[in-house]
């Protein structure tokens, strides 16, 4: 258990986390993970029980419950409602994680488990994927985090947990850093995209290419890069200012992500440098390389 989940939020309100998103997506595997967290977890807990579950004299420990068109009495509109209705608490700090998926993860995790999708029971499961995301489009829209499960295993996903929610109750606006190669798509669930596909690339060096960007020896090889200073002076220079602004508009969280062509090198050598920048100036930074073992 983590500090965070142990102790009662600094401004002695309840923490709830309500786990909803797209069936298939990973709802279970957050639960769990949030409950090795500290969290007491519930799954499928009827709407018109939710504000029960944070009564006065409840449960003593953070409360992570699960919520999802399996839900009985769950419709979008309520959703909202309940959550606008717990947000106007004093005594409460609710959250709302959507966990999401790529639509063709989605329809190969339902194949390879040979589960059927709840929205199409008789029906393709492609239907039923769609059918959902349409319910569920105003609450992805209106949740605090969204976490983009497609390329995540079990372990990054509880790293990922880990990093949103064993800070909750601190004060700042978390910051997450993550590497990643544009032969695997950008991240879904990125705010800001920095290409540093022009930077000298140590692939090409057969000394540095089977090492990392995490190695002493690429970083010196894309440091000397004759325009990585310049470049990295106007990044944090962009930067600086723009942190502030989010966290004014009551952003819960911003992700950083940065790329190059294979995920390996320089991608994840400045997100490392962009982490320790951040850190440095008393940021909540948590760096994550989405394809750093990836071939």
């Not at 705010?191 to 010196?220: C, E, I, M, Q, W």
Request: with cysteine; hydrophobic share 40%; net charge negative.
């Amino acid at each position: 258990m983590t500090a965070a989940a142990d102790e009662p939020e600094g401004d002695g309100r309840q923490p709830l986390v309500l786990v909803t998103g797209v069936s298939g997506a990973g709802k279970t595997s957050a639960l769990k993970a949030l409950e090795d967290m500290g969290f007491e977890a519930i799954d499928n807990v009827p709407l018109s029980l939710l504000g029960r579950l944070v009564a006065p004299g409840g449960f003593p420990h953070p409360i992570a419950a699960g919520v999802d068109i399996r839900t009985r009495d769950f419709g979008a509109d309520a959703f909202l409602e309940m959550i606008a209705e717990l947000r106007a608490r004093d005594d409460v700090d609710a959250k709302v994680l959507f966990m999401d998926c790529d639509d063709q993860v989605l329809t190969r995790r339902y194949a390879e488990t040979r589960r059927r999708h709840p929205l199409a029971i008789d029906r393709p499961v492609a239907d039923g994927i769609r059918q959902e995301r349409m319910l569920l489009a105003p609450v992805r829209e209106r949740a605090d985090v969204v976490m983009d499960t497609s390329d995540m295993s079990l372990g990054a996903q509880k790293a990922a947990m880990e990093d949103h929610f064993a800070v909750q109750g601190e004060p700042g606006l978390p910051v997450f850093v993550v590497s990643f190669s544009y032969r695997n798509g950008v991240p879904r669930d990125a705010d800001l995209v920095f290409d540093v596909r022009f930077l000298s690339n140590p692939h090409y060096d057969l000394d540095l290419r089977p090492l990392t960007g995490l190695d002493d020896k690429v970083g010196a090889h894309i440091a000397a890069d004759s325009g990585f200073d310049a470049f990295f002076r106007h990044l944090t220079a962009l930067l600086g200012p723009l942190l502030p602004r989010y966290a004014e508009e009551g952003k819960s969280y911003l992700t950083i992500a940065v790329g190059c062509t294979g995920g390996r090198h320089r991608s994840v050598y400045v997100a490392e440098r962009l982490g320790a920048w951040l850190s440095e100036r008393g940021e909540k930074a948590r760096v994550r390389h989405r394809d750093l073992d990836k071939r």
